[in-house]
């Protein structure tokens, strides 16, 4: 959600802009996973939808409740530090090890700066504060990376007659080492813009500081070796059913803490990822790409022009294949990335769906709490981020709406998405034409000029995924067929794999190369084997059956993570057609229609 709201920002910003446009002038763009606090601070403004609809002001407020912004609002807030095993929306633990630091567990130095805007109880919105800073002395000790600076970031929308719902969040823990900054302490403020109008403004943001406090800051470092994080915060039930990053080897625990908080754990290895930046002449920039810089009297804004895309946010996609061929085909750099967020509203701002939040979407989706309508679990469907094939599987779907609405708890992780691509869709899988589809976007090498190999793990609820796309039976195991199709229509994977063991289903794809391949996995369904067990003598005694009673205790966490133990052992196979080669992996695979064994 960050960049669509900085993205809004900008707009409003060159609507105002004098006209301006020299041959100097140049589009100077950045593409990376993060950009620390360069980005972000926590706020609440009226809402940017209303001020580009209906030409609401765009001004700062003190709370929700302000009267400026009585009728709408948008906020970011930076998670605060729990103070109490059951405080809302906070930051609970860190920790950080590695083969020769196996605790790794992490002190609180400090938060930085001062709170921006306080918790509202009856409400239910968080603390607006900033980067929370740790050192892990085990690390110091043994010579390692020591500091490491968390942010985990909520977004919130206030709705008329609906009240203020939280609608995206993020985590990312950076590495850091001290260093200093001449530049002014971040804050945002009203200004008057040339047309007489009050706008805000983000100001103080050093590119080379992830934090700032005075004149020392947070510059970025790099993890150590196989190091492994663990992050414990406390965030709201429903925007934790779906997760998507930056992470290797992810392990997710989840709890509830009440009938709207849930404590979610995230345990897993950082994974490179590439960045690229451009700098063009306006002048001699594609005229279309430029023109989408104009305000509406078709005037650029003054001087140059800056634009820092966040690589894992919902409208990087698009934004790349905007730029992709003023990067080259090599990405500039690897950053060494921590980082994980929910499939949240800001999927819904590049048409996917996901989670009700507008006050009609809340409205439609009560109707499923009871006898749903046809059009209520449409609705109601898009909580899990999976569209209309959703609306099946209606029990998943009430429970994440019920959350939503604050009628009911959940615990339920529908699943988990990780990938090195340098961006990606915001969005589970498509099921389309009986494949699950997914697309990811980067360039072909490595800053040393090496291939860059792309990796794609997707971790899934098995009863979900089983509902969804319409194997019903639990007791059949499931194979897959995956292609990966390259923009110029050729196919290639290195290895995929599809395992389902402890109610997880868990496909991993690797090796595929970039620009913008579509990942296409077809599931099918073994035919079952039935094992029949020997007639007992007619004068056997009838078995006893003693029915097993769960203990009085609270119940198990859910967990996933990455599976190790497998029950069947899986075998891949390589078909191929034509030019297009597809890998075939399951109990007993066999390769699809036009296709024939590859020798």
Known sequence: MRIRIVAIFSLVVLLVAPQVAHSAQSLNVNFADHYGGGTSISRITTSPRAVMTMGAPYV?????????????????????????????????????????????SATLLKTIGTTIFPADAALGTPEGSDWSLFEVSQLKSAGEQHLYAVKVMVTLEKFPGVGVKSTDFSASVIPYTLGTTNTPPMRSEEFIDPTGKTTVSTTGADPNCIWKEMTQCGVEGKFPKDARVKLTVHIGNYL????????????????????????????????????SKTSQSVDASNSALVDSFR?????????????????????????????????????SRLDSVWSFRALGASAAQSGFATMPTTPAEIMAAMATMGAPSAAGVSTAANAL??????????????????????TSSTTALV??????????????????DGSLNYKVAGLHFN??????????????????????????????????????????????????????????????????????????????????????????????????????????????????????????????????????????????????????LKA
Not at 62 to 84: E, M, R, W
Not at 241 to 260: E, M, N, Q, Y
Not at 303 to 329: C, L, N, P, Y
Not at 415 to 431: I, K, R
């Open 415 to 432: 699943g988990l998405v990780t990938t090195n691509a340098m961006t990606y869709e915001a969005s589970p899988p498509q099921f389309v």
């Open 240 to 275: 934790s059913t779906w997760l998507h990053g930056r992470l290797t080897d992810p392990s997710v625990t989840i709890t509830a803490i009440d009938t709207k908080q849930n404590r979610l754990t995230v345990e897993a290895q950082p994974v490179d990822v590439p960045a």
């Open 385 to 406: 981020g999976m569209g209309a094939a959703a609306a099946k599987c209606s029990s998943q779907v009430s429970a994440i709406t019920g959350a939503v609405l604050g």
């Open 447 to 596: 800053p040393d000029g090496t291939v860059f190999s792309g990796r794609y793990d997707l971790v899934m609820d098995a009863k979900v995924a089983r509902c969804l796309y319409g194997y019903s039976d639990s007791n059949a195991p499931l194979q897959a067929s995956v292609e990966v199709v390259d923009s110029n229509g050729s196919s290639r994977v290195t290895t995929a794999t599809l395992r389902e063991v402890n109610g997880w289903l868990k496909l991993g794809v690797y090796g595929f190369s970039f620009s913008s391949p579509t990942l296409k996995v077809k599931l099918t369904q073994a035919t079952p084997v039935v094992k029949t067990e020997p007639a007992a003598p007619a004068t056997a005694p009838a078995p006893v059956t003693t029915p097993v009673t769960a203990p009085a205790t609270a119940p198990a966490p859910v967990t996933a993570a990455v599976i190790t133990k497998v029950a069947t052992k899986a075998k891949t196979i390589s078909c191929v057609k034509g030019k297009t080669i597809k890998k075939v992996t399951g109990a007993t695979p066999k390769c699809p229609a036009g296709f024939k």
């Open 60 to 104: 700062l407020c003190s709370s929700f409740n302000d009267p400026k912004c009585a009728s709408s609002a948008s906020a970011t807030a930076i998670l605060p530090i729990c103070k109490s095993i059951s405080q809302a929306d906070c930051v609970e633990a860190l920790a950080v090890s590695t083969p020769q630091v196996e605790s790794g």
């Open 295 to 331: 305000d509406l009297a078709g005037n650029l804004p003054p001087g140059d022009i800056g634009m820092m895309v966040e690589a894992s946010d919902s409208d990087a996609m698009r934004t790349f294949a905007r730029f992709e061929k003023f990067f080259g085909d090599k990405a």
